[in-house]
């Protein structure tokens, strides 16, 4: 590759990490990127988990350090926060209903075969 | 008994005084109640576009709420400035957290939080632009759109590629020439710990859908950049 090209490249990769963060595919680092993707409105509106609401039990769980280890009680089940965004008059699509129950799925199947190794 | 403070900032300083625990706590859920619409929503705004995105929402949320009760003495603010300018601060430092609990959970990392880091990793937009202007000024305002961002990636063969991509953009650090060409070694380690591979293969899958997303960006170049 020669120099011209190598620079082309890195001018295309700089303004497409740009674009990452101004889309919101990865966290702001500046106040224009943060009120850009605040500015953004969501299709579908997904409510705070009722898990999370209370800041102490978020403490009292600790610290999550890998995505499999993930581990919400049984009473704040997915089908809780959606009832509760139904009582909220929020509508969630039926894609948004189907990733919330394949993510909980799957975290519970990774504690299971973690659980069973052990 | 009842939070009377009104200063998000004074809300901080409280929740920071380990020995008043009652005090701390109701300070810290006080804080907490004000912000956490804002957190949630950027959170989940960014973690929605990756896979597991509702798991990976709830645990960088979980964790940045788990760090701004043990480093809240860390956000530092002259505290005459005005309410406007402290929640802008405040909403900074929240997302510098979230961003590196973002970045450790996507990547497997365990890299710890340095709390004298969690204030200042903001950047400094004015330092940002003096940069661009200096190695190319007549590109400093490209960004690609949203539709030809979506479609690079989606030109990625498998879930995998498109992860250690990210991952690799993650780290990105423009302006760092060769080590901003390469992911960092720790965190090439612990993806080929979770994809079972090589060190190696990493690298080569990291450069070779780079590759695939760049000639496509480059096709896109002059007429879709925006």
Known sequence: MNEKNAKMDEIIENAFVKSLRHHGFLFPETQTELEIVKSKKEIEEVPLPSELEDPMQIIRRGKIESISSVEFPENSDVEENLARAAREGKDIPDDVKNQMKKDKDSSKRKDNDENSKQ | ?226
């Open chain 2, 1 to 226: 008994m009842k939070m009377e403070i009104e200063e998000d900032h004074d809300l901080l300083v409280i929740t920071s005084m380990k020995d008043e625990p009652e005090m701390r706590n109701m300070a810290f859920t006080a804080f907490c109640n004000r912000y956490q619409d804002f957190l949630w929503d950027v959170v989940l705004k960014v973690c929605r576009k990756h896979s597991n995105w509702y798991e990976l929402s709830r645990a960088v949320y979980s964790n940045t709420i788990i760090n701004v009760f043990e480093y809240a003495g860390s956000f530092s603010i002259d505290p005459k400035s005005d309410a406007k300018l402290i929640r802008t601060k405040i909403e900074n430092w929240l997302i510098s957290i979230a961003n590196r609990e973002f970045k450790n959970l996507a990547s497997g990392s365990k890299d710890p939080i340095d709390p004298s880091e969690l204030y200042d990793t903001f950047k400094d937009e004015k330092a940002v632009m003096k940069i661009e202007n200096f190695m190319e000024e007549e590109l400093d305002d490209i960004t690609f759109s949203e539709e030809i961002v979506s479609k690079a990636l989606a030109l990625l063969p498998k879930e995998r590629d498109k992860h250690i991509l990210m991952v690799y953009f993650q780290y990105y650090e423009k302006g760092k020439g060769d080590q901003a060409k390469n992911l960092d070694p720790k965190v090439r380690k612990e993806l080929a710990l979770k994809y079972n591979t090589t060190e190696v293969n990493i690298r080569q899958i990291n450069s070779r859908s780079k590759k695939i997303v760049i000639d496509f960006l480059k096709s896109n170049y002059n007429s879709k950049a925006q």
